[in-house]
């Protein structure tokens, strides 16, 4: 009989506790689809007003990363709270998890970190082609822990923040113009006045090419089987590739109008009698 009756309480207990804890469990659940979708929301909103602002791409992409976490995470500290959780129990929980969330995640910190001097000190912003870690591509977006690069194959690249902020980065358009060093080897017996002059009418022709700063031709050296030019011209940012593809081209087709031999490796066989 004094089993049933001590049954009977840890019943009662159990109905009692359900009772306490069910409520708070069903609002913490509401609200942490609530606030999902509030989070949805506000970044909904906030993307609209960067889109109708002229802010920095950079910037926008970094705040919007940003501000979803700290929502998140404080979507986590109400559900938390609404579970039972003190505040001040949750504080002393969260300072010991992020002592040792940080010394287990050291290199995401560092990310973070990097992710902030980029920020702050711009090498480079979204659009930029960049030359960074061995990768060459365009700046497609930078979060708060990596920035994501479209290769010249259309690949995509995620290199950590941390890296990039403490590596070498080759920025091709953080100025306007770009300067192109062209090479070309021509044979000893050529006129080499008569192959500058056509180098030079070449980036004369093409309106892409600055005439200030002024094209410049030097012999680059004397090689064992040419002599060989070096072609200086600066060119703006968005035309420098076309420019540098339309030098190339016209150098072989008028050197060859003109006779100017552009010396290549042969082999000759002869046959035994």
């Known amino acids: 009989m004094k089993e049933l009756e001590n049954y009977q309480q840890y019943v009662d207990q159990g109905i009692e ?14 609200i942490f689809f609530v606030g999902l979708w ?7 909103l906030i993307r609209r007003f960067f889109d109708k602002k002229e802010y920095d791409e950079t910037l926008e992409s970094f705040l919007q990363s940003f501000i979803s976490i700290a929502l998140k995470v404080l979507l986590f ?9 003190k505040t001040s129990s949750l504080v002393a929980i969260i300072g010991a998890a992020g002592l040792a969330i940080g010394l287990a995640l050291q290199g995401s910190l560092a990310n973070f970190a990097g992710g902030v001097l980029i920020l702050v000190f711009k090498p480079f912003k979204v659009g930029d082609w960049i030359s960074a870690q061995g990768i060459d591509g365009t700046v497609k977006e930078i979060s708060i822990f990596n920035t994501r690069l479209n290769t010249f194959g259309n690949q995509v690249a995620i290199i950590p923040n ?4 403490n590596g070498n980065i080759v920025n091709f358009n953080m100025e306007d113009t770009r300067r192109n060093k062209f090479d070309v080897g021509i044979g000893y017996g050529s ?8 180098l030079l009418q070449i980036c004369a022709d093409n309106p892409d090419i600055l005439t200030e ?3 410049e031709v030097y012999v680059g050296g004397l090689g064992d089987s040419s002599v060989n030019l070096t072609l200086r ?11 540098n593809f339309y030098v190339i081209e016209e150098t072989k087709l008028r050197f060859d109008q003109e006779g100017i031999e552009i010396p290549f490796p042969q082999r000759v066989i002869h046959e035994a009698d």
């Not at 306490?20 to 609002?27: A, S």
């Not at 109400?78 to 959780?85: E, F, I, N």
């Not at 006129?191 to 056509?198: D, P, T």
Request: hydrophobic content about 55%; aromatic content about 12%.
């Open 77 to 85: 500290v109400l559900v938390v709270t609404q579970l039972g959780v």
């Open 38 to 44: 509030v989070i949805r929301f506000l970044n909904r």
């Open 213 to 215: 700063p002024v094209p």
């Open 17 to 30: 506790w359900a009772w306490e804890v069910i409520p708070n469990l069903i609002l913490a659940i509401v």
């Open 233 to 243: 011209f600066w060119a703006k940012n968005e035309v420098y590739w076309p420019a």
């Open 191 to 198: 006129n080499i006045k008569k192959a500058k002059e056509i």
């Open 162 to 165: 941390g890296q990039l902020s």
